[in-house]
Every structure is written in C-alpha cells, then in structure tokens.
C-alpha cells in the first residue's frame, strides 16, 4: 500500500531515557579514544570496563555545520510504502533495540542517543567505521531505533553502500524504488516525489538499496548533497546514513559536506588506533563528532 505525504510532522516533545547499567556502546571524543594507552600490543582497542571510557564528545551546532547547496523550495512530496516486520520470523540480529529491548545492550544505544542530542542536535548523521565490519550498520541500525523509539521524534534511516547494501535484507523488504536510482534521478529533477518504506511498528522510514543493484555503481556527491537538501525539508527531526567504510573509499568524504556529523564504529579487540587515525585524518576532525565503541 502507497500513501502520499506532504513531508510534514507534528513535532513531539522530547524524552530523554535514563541510563541503564554501564552502557556499551559510548560515544567518545575521537582524539581520547585515539590514546595509546588504551592500546594493546599489536594495536587492537581492548575491551575495557566501559565506565572508565566515556568522554563527553566535542559539541557542534547543526545550523553551523550545514551549508545550503541549492533553494530548499517547498518540502518534497513522500510516497511511503507500508511494510509490516513478519511477525512470525524474529528479527535480525543487529536489531538489538527490537530483539533485547530490555538489555543493556539495548540501554547503550538509548545513552547513545542522550549524548548525540547534547552534541547539538544533528539532524543529518553519517554512521561510518574505518574498514568493514566494525559495526557500522548495527549501530546506525540501532541509533535510528533509539532515535524513532515510541515516536518521540520523526527519523529516516537511508543506506549509501552501494557495494554491500543490507538494509533490505535487514527488514526483509524489496524497496519500490532504489535509494541509489532515486539520487540519479533526483540529481536532474530535484522536484520528484520521493519513494520511502513505512515500517509503522518502529516507528521509522527507511531508504534502501535494493540487493540487485549494479555493484560497480559509484556515489554520486552531488546526488547525495541535492538529496539531503530537500529531505532537511520533509520534516525528518534526524537523517541517519549507514555509509561504507572510510578507508580505501572517498564515499565519506564525498558525503560529509552534506552532513552535520559523522560517527565512527570501532570494534573491540578488532579496531585499531592506526585505522582509526586514519580514518579521521581522511574526513577531518571538524565533521566526526564521536566514535562508537562495539562489542
């Protein structure tokens, strides 16, 4: 089932969750995480008591960090698909917040959340990591949940991994229109309506890209720039983007201007501080608000 959506929200009040238990993961500030004294011989982050790890992450306003890259105009037209969770299947595991929403796991990303918003509020938040699997798409996964949780605030989950797209596979869903074609096209006529996936049990809306999507495709930067400008308008209170790895790609970099913030995923006992370096040497330590530690 289809619906058309002028783009706008109600806004809701927002309700900050109290902590629960040490929280794992943190957002951290990236040069502390970056101490080598946290560091263990061959350069691996250790898995450390996570209360002794947290540091409050460098604030940054959005209004401050957006720069407009064309006339917002009026908000874009959202045509939203349903698409309903089976119910008789359980979810995928990186749903953490839908699968143990009474864990601590689970109470990590809602701390997660508290100290995203005393960061400034981004409304458009890239969630990257240093190379593959470190936790990138589980915790933009989990971040937007937090984000959407009982509806306090209005959120779009989008993914720009063209290579290795997975939200699709995640909510088991077939997206009615690519994310990846919907910013070639969207690049030419700014105006068209947009085609989203309604998932009204967690409260969000996600862009996928479809599994069959030709891999050799590249990010288009000003796709992604004219996308992000109109969505700003549709209402979203956040826009979180699973994006590829930083390292080996400049798909982040080509990305970042458009964002607020940028997130790093870091995997204990498996990231290491070089990487990490790396990776935040490449986009620039204005645009990374913090990094994530994961289990």
């Known amino acids: 089932m289809t619906t058309k959506r002028s783009g706008h929200y109600s806004e809701p009040p927002l309700v900050v969750a109290a902590a629960h238990g040490a929280p794992l993961p943190l957002v951290t500030q990236p040069l502390a995480a970056l101490d080598d004294s946290l560091q263990r011989g061959d350069g691996a982050l250790p898995r450390v008591d996570p ?16 720069k407009p890259t064309m006339p917002a105009g009026p908000p874009p037209e959202i045509g939203l698909t349903q698409h309903q969770l089976p119910e008789d299947e359980a979810p995928d595991p990186r749903l953490i917040l839908m699968r143990e929403p009474d864990s601590q796991r689970a109470a990590a990303f809602r701390v997660l959340r508290h100290h995203l918003l005393e960061a400034g509020r981004p409304q458009v938040v890239i969630v990257s990591s240093a190379k593959a699997r470190e936790g990138k798409t589980t915790t933009a996964l989990n971040l937007a949940l937090a984000l959407a ?10 993914e720009t991994h063209v290579r290795r797209p997975q939200l699709a596979g995640v909510f088991k869903c077939i997206p009615p229109w690519c994310f990846a074609e919907q910013l070639a096209a969207h690049r030419h006529q700014p105006m068209l309506p947009w085609s ?26 000003p796709a992604f720039a004219i996308a992000m400008e109109r ?14 790895q930083v390292l080996g790609s400049a798909d982040v970099n080509l990305m970042a201007d458009a964002a607020d913030a940028v997130l790093l995923a870091v995997r204990a006992k498996s990231s290491t501080t070089r990487d990490l370096r790396a990776a935040i040497d490449q986009i620039g330590q204005k645009k990374v608000v913090g990094t994530v530690l994961v289990e």
Do not use: M, N
């Open 149 to 158: 949780e009982c509806g306090r605030a209005a959120v779009l989950l989008a």
């Open 231 to 244: 969505l700003r308008t549709a209402g979203y209170d956040h826009i979180v983007i699973d994006a590829p």
């Open 51 to 66: 209360a002794v790890l947290f540091t409050k992450a460098h604030v940054i306003t959005s209004a401050a960090a957006h």
């Open 196 to 221: 989203l996936v309604d998932i009204p049990q967690i409260w969000l809306h996600v862009a996928p890209i479809s599994p069959r999507i030709e891999k050799t495709q590249l990010l288009d930067a």
